[in-house]
């Protein structure tokens, strides 16, 4: 009954549109008031604060600033004239650019913000120009932009990680191979809309064009080397190798190509603080909500309710798979990770379900929820960076949502897509 009590106090509170930290604290603090004699207030606050103080979680912070760094360096315009001389005499072209340039992009980012708001724009700069329509201009590129949090480094891996105690490590060279799947899907996607609306080719670059872009790329295409491949080797962990991300981004940004200046550097700092802040106090009493639906044992009654179901472990990762996507489309990615880690762990394991894999599938249910109205961020930040209205996009981009469906089955059906790397790698 208290657990139904504080579920039913936090949709309340969300559905009112409180802000997300308000909507867990309020009821977890009804909750150690009226049940003071079972938990220590100190040892219920020590859990919220400690949430915040994690090595790993430094390192979205860090590739933040490279992203920034990236976009403000002319970093991102290399990756696109890279990913356009490759594949933008194809019918379509842009579009297959759209979603390669996603893809190198995501090797240095790990977050769909990111790549909406730098490298979304440029593409949709050049889709309007070429005479491609809004629709599918907007919705390629928003299907595009949640590669970057499967493909390493990824953001959700790092808070999936340090919550589930699983090697940060294993989860970025986990989700290569996902990502590579999203990445031949989408373009399958593009080439039948393509030939249906027979979309322009672009003009196909000679081999001494091709070898000079691809030169003036080549160390923009360094960085993703340097991440997984520092990973791989054990050379660094995730957090350092965010850290190393930002100086190589600076050298080749200002010493290379030119195109930053170190007076802007105060001016990034700023833009990745603004991002980072409004997060920071939705961790502790989302993390405390957490801990005190585990502490009343949600895992188990939802674990019960799930045998209670069925007994098909296969059947039950769709059940689960439908329970995340719905999640998704009404919390955002980072607190549903925060409250739904800890509880869903536990029933994972009893299923047999490897946590490196589980990761994966969380952070790809989520991040399609990234597509769907009502919350859809990646949806409101694409209205804000173009100015087209959220009714005229959400059609277009919620029609790429059926082949990542597609690809999350997949996924979800066949782990060693996602364990066969970091078994190689020695890494789980």
């Not at 802007?264 to 801990?291: C, D, N, Q, Y």
Request: proline letters at 7%; hydrophobic letters at 60%; one cysteine or more.
């Amino acid at each position: 009954m208290i657990l139904l009590w504080l579920i039913l106090i936090f949709m309340i509170l969300a559905f009112f549109r409180f802000p997300f930290y308000l909507s867990t604290l309020i009821p977890s603090l009804l909750y150690l008031f009226i049940n003071n004699d079972r938990i220590d207030f100190i040892i219920a606050f020590q859990k919220m604060l400690g949430a915040l103080d994690s090595f790993p979680l430094l390192a979205i912070p860090f590739f933040l600033v490279a992203g920034q760094i990236m976009n403000q360096g002319g970093i991102t315009d290399k990756i696109f004239n890279f990913a356009n001389a490759l594949v933008g005499h194809l019918k379509g072209g842009l579009g297959y650019v759209n979603v390669i340039a996603s893809l190198i992009f995501s090797g240095m980012s790990g977050a769909a913000a990111a790549d909406v708001g730098g490298l979304g724009i440029i593409e949709l700069k050049a889709m309007r120009d070429r005479g491609y329509d809004d629709g599918f201009s907007l919705g390629i590129t928003a299907a595009s932009s949640i590669i970057g949090p499967i493909f390493p480094p990824s953001l959700p891996a790092v808070i999936y990680g340090a919550l589930a105690n699983v090697s940060v490590g294993a989860l970025f060279i986990g989700g290569v191979i996902p990502a590579l799947l999203m990445v031949i899907i989408l373009c399958i996607a593009v080439a039948i809309i393509a030939k249906k609306r027979n979309y322009p080719v672009e003009k196909k670059p000679t081999f001494k064009e091709f070898l000079f872009i691809f030169k003036e790329a080549l160390l923009a295409l360094g960085a993703p080397v340097i991440i997984i491949g520092g990973i791989w080797g054990g050379i660094v962990t995730p957090t350092e190798a965010a850290f190393i991300t930002i100086f190589y981004s600076l050298f080749i940004s200002i010493v290379i190509y030119k195109e930053l200046k170190l007076k802007e550097l105060p001016k990034i700092l700023k833009r990745v603080a603004k991002m980072i802040a409004p997060s920071i106090p939705i961790i502790g009493p989302a993390v405390l909500f957490g801990w005190i639906l585990v502490f009343e044992h949600a895992d188990q009654v939802l674990l019960e309710y799930l045998f209670a179901f069925t007994t098909n472990k296969y059947l039950m990762l769709l059940v689960i798979n439908i329970f995340l996507l719905i999640v998704g489309m009404f919390i955002d990615c980072m607190p549903a990770l925060i409250i739904l880690t800890p509880i869903l762990k536990p029933i994972i394991l009893a299923l047999g379900i490897h946590p490196v894999h589980f990761g994966i599938i969380i952070i790809l249910n989520f991040m399609i929820g990234l597509l769907t109205p009502p919350v859809g961020s990646v949806l409101f930040m694409l209205s804000a960076v173009t100015g087209v209205p959220l009714e005229k996009i959400i059609p277009d981009a919620t029609r790429f949502i059926i082949p990542l469906i597609i690809v999350l089955l997949i996924v979800t059906y066949f782990p060693e897509l996602v364990l066969f790397l970091p078994r190689l790698a020695g890494l789980v």
